[in-house]
């Protein structure tokens, strides 16, 4: 068969005649190597150029997740907590999470009261000596720690008198209460006053708390606040959960 006169049509270029290495990037049109083009699963780690991928290139994901790892080494995202709450370990071979703050124990707040009333009574029934000191807790959950501090003095008579905790109109001291005054002695006694309880009022409203003092029966003895100078003081802290 003659070929004079015509042109051999040339076989299909493949990659056995090219030779390795001598194609470059210049040859290449633009976007000329397209997605359907790469092998899946062929892009190694070492293709990739260092801080090369930013925020923006990253799948998205949920509002308030971190990204941490499993016990097998992979990523896995820590589920976003609630207000307030903070990241915990779990210690090696478990995901952190969120959790309630562990503060419990701590001082939430303070308050602070210092009078020199002057209250007098022989009642056989706890009467409110007007000494007080007031406090918002901050959780319902939080304990409220209550010191007191004082003198009286005794007026009349040879009985005793009792002193009582209050939270509003409700005695939180059960039995005779917290202070007993010895009857004895002198009526211009002095008579040093302390005592401290730790309460649960289990609300953050406002809580009041108040001194209350009786005789221990009516007309026996009177007490009274010693003079103008002499401070009855009241403390008030709460302690978080």
């Known amino acids: ?54 925020l923006a290139k990253m799948a998205s994901g949920t509002d308030g997740n971190i990204i941490s790892y499993d016990t097998s080494g992979n990523p896995v995202a820590v589920a976003t907590g609630s207000s307030g709450q903070v990241l915990t370990s779990a210690g090696a071979g478990a995901v952190p999470s969120f ?69 509003g109109s409700q005695q939180v001291v059960g039995g005779r209460g917290l202070i007993q005054f010895d009857g004895q002695g002198s009526n211009s006694t002095l008579i040093p006053a302390g005592f401290s309880y730790l309460d649960s009022p289990s609300t953050t409203s406002e809580v009041e708390y108040k001194l209350f003092l009786k005789v221990e029966s009516a007309g026996e003895v009177a007490y009274s606040a010693y003079d103008p100078n002499s401070h009855s003081s009241f403390l008030a802290m709460e302690v978080l959960a």
Do not use: H
């Open 1 to 54: 068969m003659s070929y004079i006169g015509k042109t051999p049509t040339p076989s299909p270029l493949t990659s056995s005649d090219i030779a390795d290495g001598i194609i470059i990037t210049d040859k290449l049109a633009n976007n000329a190597v397209v997605t359907s083009k790469i092998t899946d699963a062929t892009i190694a780690e070492a293709d990739i150029a260092n801080d090369a991928i930013t």
């Open 99 to 167: 959790q309630a703050s562990a503060v419990g124990g701590k001082i939430g707040q303070a308050t602070f009261s210092d009078q020199t009333i002057q209250f007098n009574t022989n009642s056989g029934s706890y009467v409110d000596t007007g000494i007080k000191v007031a406090i918002t807790p901050s959780a319902s959950n939080s304990k409220v720690a209550v010191w007191f501090a004082g003198q009286f003095n005794k007026r009349t008579g040879t009985g005793n008198a009792m002193a009582t905790l209050y939270r």
